[in-house]
């Protein structure tokens, strides 16, 4: 049915045999076995993104759209979709580029039909309302909402709208504010937009996993073979040749620290002609963490803690960029003139042939290394697929790299580094120094045999190797007043070099061999975990294991990452991530007077406090061998587990610590903690402690409560139901039964986070200001009628049923797997999936029920907002008029009749159970 790619060849970095076809209607199919068993991964990357936005007022509609297409259709309205791909224990999700849109969705094997059946569904006949559209395009402004906070998108906002006068480059994905406060008056639009590119011959259908070819074809053909084809193109505006160089800056209102970039009018992507691959490596060299530029900028001098190229692939020429965040604003023109030094350098001298093979092994190995299951397989070819619509893209495009010579890179220099072409943003507080305002020139750029220690093997026959060091101590083991330290202990292992090399060495040693040694650190556990391909362990351990055994304790590395620390706390967390900062606080306020009271990060008076003294003996109590659990996961060579004990027997023996006594705070009502910040939207986050960890009887009750109440980043959970998807009031809701840090960045929780004591929680992403005493009362009315009621015989079955096949997918990669099985090790239970699997199968609602109502309260709460008129939230919290909210667009009689239940829902709060603190005082000591 279709054609089947040759022969592998020796060097393809996919190496998979695909079956490629196109059908009648002009739709891409692409199929992939990857021997991986079990799962299957389906991606529909679509050639639309913001580049197509051609006409005035519509940027941001094809990522607007990406959220229309989960709103259903006849045969399958939203809630029903959402039941199959519930049942399917699947993970969906979708993103959308400058370029394209890509709907990825990963499940079991044996619903493959059924998922292509529903996905074909609606992408042939999608149907919504206007009541429908006016509610998820006030999500969308709600996402918006979101990411204001972060001044790093608005620096890439105004960078490019200052960069592109023609091409529609010049508005970022999300579109310009204007556009998007103007989508629900665009209902007669949408529906243009879907019938113009909505089409087969702009889409691919690509299925990787535990797969057969001609099966899943038949299925694709089935399915997908009615949709018609398409007549609508696009002339996309051409940019005129750049006449640079152009000069903006961002004032922002707030404290933060600054950012200055400088980019070029780059190539656009091609696995065919030299430029873009060429520019790509020239960038890395000179300005990835293996520069020479970044020795001296971050590590050495330490004026910025963030040095990065950025080059996107993109269909027409876009923009590279070197970006630089600065700790003083008096040191920006400095860095600002180091990064045209560097690059009038890059025009004079050739990189040494040496280095860029080095730049090519890495680029191979790194790459390689992530393609340990179906999806992250499935994932990167959607990502280059959707230029040509060719499985071969990659493979071309990877034999460009492979012949590029010191010839190409040169020329790339010449060709792009130029004035023309280069574009110089900034970002800081206010005004812009007087030395940042000018364009600059490139010709002129400005002035005893120890005890075998404890393993764990989780062998196969895959060549990606990675071992963890798990030590049972984290930062519940700060000491008081030095909160931070266990954190910065981690990072002088990691990040500081080793007795024999500086990290800048290390950093070019690892270069080519594509590895990595990073850490993690939570309050009971400190995990070292390195990743190698098989062909250079032996180098790899050699470089890395000399971190820990004898790390390097120099003065600058110390300074230098204490200063990150801080910054990562105040700036990262506090100033630019308003979710994170209410979801810390909260385990802060239930865990007060406790060793879990202070974030893993720290607090500015204990990250101030301390020394390289109290690093090394926080090393010596904690860093040892009786703390110590090893994990292996890969084709490791027989003798390395050996090598592992005999290394690691020159840490310190130390004896295991008594585990901190740890008790969260149950509140007496609702209590309530305001944090004013100067931000646009109204973060929420709520919950109590609970006496469940994964030892406890209880645990797979409530787990399947969470899921049924919020699973995290899915679409079926109640309060994502109730709160986004019929009101439109926000991004997402979601419950939780165990700490999961960095949530908006992930859809599954790292592993070897394991604690004693946890919290139950609900998470209400940002809201209006005037939404947010109302969408508390929602969460609350939800979260009782939990409690009171349970949950239903049929959402019972469809919520275990997902839970019983998405833990497989919880696990698919290599260090999930890894990880939970030290977690399991650590919680003294069996192994992950197959305990869950068993505790959900001898569930009943009744059991649910009774759980929820042993553990769950929704009258003793501690919550925490953040939002900028602290008063104002005051006095609506303990209004007794009750809340309201306004739609855009009607809404049928029984929510109107439900809004009126929970408007009038009463909470209890008192005006002493609320405070107000200035998000400066926030984790201050």
Same mark, same amino acid.
């Given at each position: 049915? +279709?054609? #089947?790619?040759? $022969?592998?060849? &020796?060097?393809?970095? %996919?190496?998979? =045999? *695909?079956?490629?076809?196109?059908? /009648?209607?002009?739709?891409?199919?692409?199929?992939?076995?990857?021997?991986?068993?079990?799962?299957?991964?389906?991606?529909?990357?679509?050639?639309?993104?913001?580049r197509n936005?051609?006409e005035?007022?519509?940027?941001?509609?094809?990522?607007?759209?990406e959220?229309?297409?989960?709103r +259903?259709? #006849?045969?399958? $309205?939203?809630h &029903?979709?959402?039941? %199959?791909?519930? =049942? *399917?224990?699947?993970?969906q999700? /979708?993103?959308?580029?400058?370029?394209?849109?890509?709907?990825?969705?990963t499940?079991?094997?044996?619903d493959?039909?059924?998922?292509?059946?529903?996905?074909?569904?609606?992408?042939?006949h999608?149907?919504?309302?206007?009541?429908?559209?006016?509610?998820?395009?006030?999500?969308?402004? +709600?996402?918006?909402?979101?990411?204001?906070?972060?001044?790093?998108?608005?620096?890439?906002?105004?960078?490019?709208?200052?960069?592109?006068?023609?091409?529609?480059?010049?508005?970022?994905?999300?579109?310009?504010?204007?556009?998007?406060e103007?989508?629900?008056?665009?209902?007669a639009?949408?529906?243009?937009?879907?019938?113009?590119?909505?089409?087969?011959?702009?889409?691919?259908?690509?299925?990787?996993?535990?797969?057969?070819?001609?099966?899943?074809?038949?299925?694709?053909?089935?399915?997908?073979?009615?949709?018609?084809?398409?007549?609508?193109?696009?002339?996309?505006?051409?940019?005129?040749?750049?006449?640079?160089?152009?000069?903006a800056?961002?004032?922002?209102?707030s404290?933060?620290?600054?950012?200055v970039?400088?980019?070029?009018?780059?190539?656009?992507?091609?696995?065919?002609?030299?430029?873009?691959?060429?520019?790509?490596?020239?960038?890395?060299?000179?300005?990835?963490?293996?520069?020479?530029?970044?020795r001296?900028?971050?590590?050495?001098e330490?004026?910025?803690?963030?040095?990065?190229?950025y080059?996107?692939?993109t269909?027409?020429?876009?923009?590279?960029t070197?970006?630089?965040?600065?700790?003083?604003?008096?040191?920006?023109?400095?860095?600002?003139?180091a990064?045209?030094?560097?690059?009038?350098?890059?025009?004079?001298?050739?990189?040494?042939?040496?280095?860029?093979?080095?730049?090519k092994?890495?680029?191979?190995?790194?790459f390689?290394?992530?393609?340990?299951?179906?999806?992250?397989?499935?994932?990167?070819?959607?990502?280059?697929?959707?230029?040509?619509?060719?499985?071969?893209t990659?493979?071309?495009?990877y034999?460009?790299?492979?012949?590029?010579?010191?010839?190409?890179?040169?020329?790339?220099?010449?060709?792009?580094?130029?004035?023309e072409?280069?574009?110089?943003?900034?970002?800081?507080?206010?005004?812009?120094?007087?030395?940042?305002?000018g364009?600059?020139?490139?010709?002129?750029?400005?002035?005893?045999?120890?005890?075998?220690?404890?393993?764990?093997?989780?062998?196969?026959?895959s060549?990606l190797?990675?071992?963890?060091?798990?030590?049972?101590?984290?930062?519940a083991?700060?000491?008081?007043?030095?909160?931070?330290?266990?954190?910065?202990?981690?990072?002088?292992?990691?990040?500081?070099?080793?007795?024999?090399?500086?990290?800048?060495?290390?950093?070019?040693?690892?270069?080519?061999?594509?590895?990595?040694?990073?850490?993690?650190?939570?309050?009971?556990?400190?995990?070292?975990?390195?990743?190698?391909?098989?062909?250079n362990?032996?180098?790899?351990?050699?470089?890395?294991?000399?971190?820990?055994?004898?790390?390097?304790?120099?003065?600058?590395?110390?300074?230098?990452?204490?200063?990150?620390?801080?910054n990562?706390?105040?700036?990262?967390?506090?100033?630019?991530?308003?979710?994170?900062?209410?979801?810390?606080?909260?385990?802060?306020?239930?865990f007060?007077?406790?060793?879990?009271?202070?974030?893993?990060?720290?607090?500015?008076?204990?990250?101030?406090?301390?020394?390289?003294?109290?690093?090394?003996?926080?090393?010596?109590?904690?860093?040892?061998?009786?703390?110590?659990?090893?994990?292996?996961?890969?084709?490791?060579?027989?003798?390395?587990?050996?090598?592992?004990?005999?290394?690691?027997a020159?840490?310190?023996?130390?004896?295991?610590?008594?585990?901190?006594?740890?008790?969260?705070?149950?509140?007496?009502?609702?209590e309530?903690?305001i944090?004013?910040?100067?931000?646009?939207?109204?973060?929420?986050?709520?919950?109590?402690?609970?006496?469940?960890?994964?030892?406890?009887?209880?645990?797979?009750?409530?787990?399947?409560?969470?899921a049924?109440?919020?699973?995290?980043?899915?679409?079926?959970?109640?309060l994502?139901?109730?709160?986004?998807?019929v009101?439109?009031?926000?991004?997402?809701?979601?419950?939780?039964?165990?700490a999961?840090?960095?949530?908006?960045?992930?859809?599954?929780?790292?592993?070897?986070?394991?604690?004693?004591a946890?919290?139950?929680?609900?998470?209400?992403?940002?809201?209006?200001?005037?939404?947010?005493?109302?969408?508390?009362?929602?969460a609350?009315?939800?979260?009782?009628?939990?409690?009171?009621?349970?949950?239903?015989?049929?959402?019972?079955?469809?919520?275990?049923?997902?839970?019983?096949?998405?833990?497989?997918v919880?696990?698919?990669?290599?260090?999930?797997?890894?990880?939970?099985?030290?977690?399991?090790?650590?919680?003294?239970?069996?192994?992950?999936?197959?305990?869950?699997?068993?505790?959900?199968?001898?569930?009943?609602?009744?059991?649910?029920?009774?759980?929820v109502?042993?553990?769950?309260?929704?009258?003793?709460?501690?919550?925490?907002?953040?939002?900028?008129?602290?008063?104002?939230?005051?006095?609506?919290?303990?209004?007794?008029?009750?809340?309201?909210?306004?739609?855009?667009?009607?809404?049928?009689?029984?929510?109107?009749?439900?809004?009126?239940?929970?408007?009038?829902?009463?909470?209890?709060?008192?005006?002493?159970?609320?405070?107000?603190?200035?998000?400066e005082?926030?984790?201050?000591?």
């Amino acid at each position: 049915m +279709g054609g #089947e790619n040759g $022969p592998t060849h &020796r060097g393809d970095v %996919i190496p998979y =045999r *695909a079956t490629e076809t196109t059908l /009648a209607n002009g739709l891409r199919v692409i199929v992939v076995p990857t021997g991986f068993p079990n799962l299957v991964s389906l991606q529909i990357p679509v050639q639309t993104g913001s580049r197509n936005e051609v006409e005035p007022g519509k940027s941001g509609f094809a990522h607007f759209f990406e959220h229309m297409m989960f709103r +259903g259709t #006849e045969r399958y $309205p939203a809630h &029903r979709y959402q039941e %199959i791909v519930t =049942r *399917a224990g699947a993970r969906q999700n /979708a993103y959308t580029t400058d370029d394209y849109t890509n709907y990825h969705m990963t499940f079991a094997r044996e619903d493959l039909e059924t998922i292509l059946e529903i996905e074909a569904d609606r992408f042939m006949h999608l149907s919504y309302s206007e009541e429908d559209f006016k509610t998820e395009a006030r999500a969308v402004l +709600g996402e918006y909402n979101k990411n204001s906070a972060d001044p790093f998108n608005k620096l890439i906002e105004v960078q490019r709208e200052h960069a592109f006068t023609t091409h529609t480059y010049r508005h970022t994905t999300m579109g310009f504010l204007a556009d998007i406060e103007e989508m629900p008056n665009q209902f007669a639009y949408s529906s243009l937009f879907f019938k113009r590119w909505y089409r087969p011959e702009y889409t691919t259908v690509l299925v990787a996993g535990d797969i057969e070819p001609d099966e899943v074809l038949r299925m694709v053909e089935r399915h997908w073979g009615r949709w018609e084809r398409g007549t609508h193109t696009v002339d996309i505006p051409a940019e005129p040749v750049p006449a640079g160089p152009v000069v903006a800056h961002v004032p922002w209102s707030s404290e933060t620290l600054p950012w200055v970039t400088v980019g070029f009018h780059g190539p656009a992507f091609s696995e065919t002609e030299k430029d873009f691959a060429a520019l790509d490596v020239l960038f890395d060299l000179h300005f990835g963490e293996t520069s020479d530029l970044y020795r001296r900028l971050v590590e050495q001098e330490q004026k910025a803690d963030h040095l990065f190229p950025y080059m996107p692939p993109t269909a027409d020429p876009g923009l590279p960029t070197v970006m630089a965040r600065v700790k003083d604003i008096a040191d920006a023109a400095y860095i600002r003139d180091a990064i045209l030094e560097t690059i009038a350098e890059a025009r004079r001298h050739p990189v040494p042939a040496a280095r860029l093979e080095e730049a090519k092994s890495h680029n191979r190995y790194a790459f390689a290394r992530t393609l340990d299951n179906s999806e992250s397989i499935a994932a990167a070819l959607a990502s280059f697929v959707r230029f040509q619509r060719s499985y071969q893209t990659l493979n071309t495009l990877y034999r460009v790299y492979d012949s590029l010579t010191v010839d190409d890179l040169a020329a790339a220099a010449l060709r792009y580094f130029v004035d023309e072409r280069m574009v110089v943003t900034t970002l800081c507080q206010g005004d812009a120094p007087a030395a940042l305002s000018g364009a600059p020139r490139l010709a002129a750029p400005g002035p005893s045999e120890a005890a075998p220690l404890g393993m764990l093997r989780l062998d196969s026959t895959s060549p990606l190797l990675r071992f963890k060091l798990l030590f049972n101590a984290g930062s519940a083991y700060d000491p008081p007043g030095k909160e931070g330290l266990a954190a910065l202990a981690a990072s002088m292992v990691t990040e500081a070099g080793s007795k024999e090399l500086r990290i800048d060495e290390i950093n070019r040693a690892l270069f080519p061999l594509a590895g990595s040694f990073g850490a993690q650190v939570d309050r009971e556990m400190t995990t070292f975990t390195g990743v190698i391909h098989r062909d250079n362990l032996g180098r790899f351990a050699d470089i890395v294991l000399r971190q820990l055994v004898e790390p390097g304790m120099r003065e600058e590395d110390f300074s230098r990452l204490k200063s990150t620390q801080l910054n990562e706390l105040v700036q990262d967390l506090r100033a630019n991530n308003d979710e994170e900062l209410g979801k810390e606080r909260l385990q802060e306020n239930i865990f007060a007077g406790t060793p879990y009271r202070h974030p893993g990060i720290g607090t500015v008076a204990g990250i101030e406090a301390l020394t390289m003294a109290s690093v090394r003996d926080f090393m010596a109590a904690h860093f040892t061998r009786a703390n110590l659990t090893i994990g292996l996961a890969g084709d490791f060579p027989g003798e390395f587990a050996g090598r592992l004990q005999e290394e690691l027997a020159a840490l310190p023996a130390g004896s295991a610590p008594r585990p901190p006594e740890v008790k969260g705070r149950q509140p007496s009502g609702i209590e309530v903690e305001i944090i004013e910040k100067d931000t646009r939207a109204t973060a929420i986050s709520f919950g109590h402690p609970i006496a469940v960890t994964r030892s406890h009887p209880d645990f797979a009750a409530l787990w399947l409560a969470r899921a049924w109440l919020g699973e995290h980043r899915a679409s079926h959970g109640r309060l994502f139901q109730r709160i986004r998807e019929v009101r439109g009031m926000n991004y997402g809701n979601y419950a939780y039964i165990e700490a999961f840090p960095r949530g908006m960045f992930q859809f599954f929780p790292d592993p070897n986070l394991a604690r004693r004591a946890q919290i139950f929680e609900i998470w209400i992403r940002p809201v209006m200001p005037q939404n947010a005493d109302f969408a508390f009362k929602t969460a609350l009315f939800e979260l009782t009628r939990l409690i009171e009621g349970g949950i239903a015989g049929e959402d019972f079955e469809t919520i275990r049923n997902y839970l019983l096949k998405n833990v497989f997918v919880m696990l698919k990669t290599q260090d999930q797997q890894l990880g939970y099985a030290l977690d399991s090790r650590w919680y003294g239970t069996g192994e992950f999936a197959a305990t869950m699997r068993e505790q959900l199968a001898a569930l009943t609602p009744a059991t649910v029920r009774d759980a929820v109502q042993r553990h769950l309260s929704a009258t003793n709460l501690s919550a925490v907002f953040i939002t900028r008129d602290a008063a104002a939230l005051r006095e609506e919290l303990l209004s007794s008029i009750p809340a309201t909210i306004a739609y855009d667009a009607a809404r049928p009689q029984e929510v109107l009749d439900e809004d009126r239940l929970i408007g009038a829902l009463r909470t209890g709060i008192t005006p002493g159970a609320i405070r107000i603190t200035p998000v400066e005082e926030v984790f201050a000591k």
